[in-house]
């Protein structure tokens, strides 16, 4: 068979507990219902909480360390390696699908009615083809992950638009709340707090390299009115856009530069 039901397990695992390094010869899914904590999958650090699921392709090492008491449902299955694509990594089920797909899968093994051992089999082919299907939605949640650059990138290049960052939070699958804690554990700075920064440093680059009025570069930084800009510009920087001007065209001998 070219899917296989291998094992099936749910425990809680208490806090500050930690399972070393080992493999399996099998595809594994780790859910975390709930607690939180951090798994190390191959080379690639994770931080998982309520709601989160690990993908771990045969052979990869891989460790678990509990921060709080952590209820979770693991699943081992094989399955040819032409048949799905499926990434590894850990990943939000933004939906509770896969959850409900593991539950439906446990009580199946629990009640051993008839049969069960090939409606295993086939309940894992439902759930192997839902992880390739969200493989494109899920957002990996990884330390220094390519969707967290990624995000940091659009940013860097689109700043000086109008930008509703829970939208975008939300089209990564999460609540900004989350998300904006995922950033800053990340760049150590919020999301918000980052736009404002690249959007002071491109009007501080302005003010001195071209005689723009404070109203254009205010518009060309990303801030939607002058007086915006001339408030959170002298809460960042300790002076109005214009002194700054002026204190960085005075030239080394105190004349006042042309």
């Known amino acids: 068979m070219r899917l296989k039901f291998e094992f099936l397990y749910r425990s809680l695992r208490g806090k500050q507990t930690y399972i070393s390094h080992h493999t399996h010869h099998c595809f594994e899914v780790v859910y975390y219902i709930n607690g939180n904590g951090s798994t190390e999958i191959g080379n690639t650090k994770y931080r998982f909480g309520a709601g989160s699921f690990c993908l771990i392709r045969p052979g990869t090492l891989h460790d678990e360390r509990r921060i709080q008491d952590t209820d979770v449902i693991f699943v081992g299955f094989t399955c040819e390696e032409e048949l799905l694509e499926l990434e590894e990594g850990l990943f939000q089920d933004k939906d509770s699908t896969i959850l409900s797909l593991l539950e439906s899968l446990y009580d199946e093994y629990t009640s051993k009615k008839a049969h069960y051992s090939l409606m295993l089999d086939f309940m894992i082919g439902r759930l192997a083809v839902e992880l390739s299907r969200q493989k494109h939605e899920l957002w990996s949640m990884r330390t220094g992950g390519k969707k967290l650059v990624t995000f940091q990138r659009y940013i860097d ?7 509703n960052l829970s939208d975008m939070a939300e089209n990564f699958g999460y609540s900004y709340d989350r998300f904006r804690h995922l950033f800053k554990e990340e760049f150590g700075i919020s999301p918000q707090q980052y736009v404002l920064t690249k959007r ?12 723009l009025s404070v109203l254009d570069i205010a518009s060309r930084s990303g801030f939607s009115t002058d007086a915006q800009f001339c408030k959170l510009f002298k809460r960042e920087i300790g002076i109005p856009p214009r002194q700054y001007r002026a204190n960085k065209r005075v030239v080394p001998d105190g004349r006042s530069g042309s």
């Open 157 to 163: 290049n689109h700043f000086h638009e109008k930008l």
């Open 200 to 211: 002071i440093a491109n009007s501080c680059e302005l003010l001195v390299k071209t005689d």
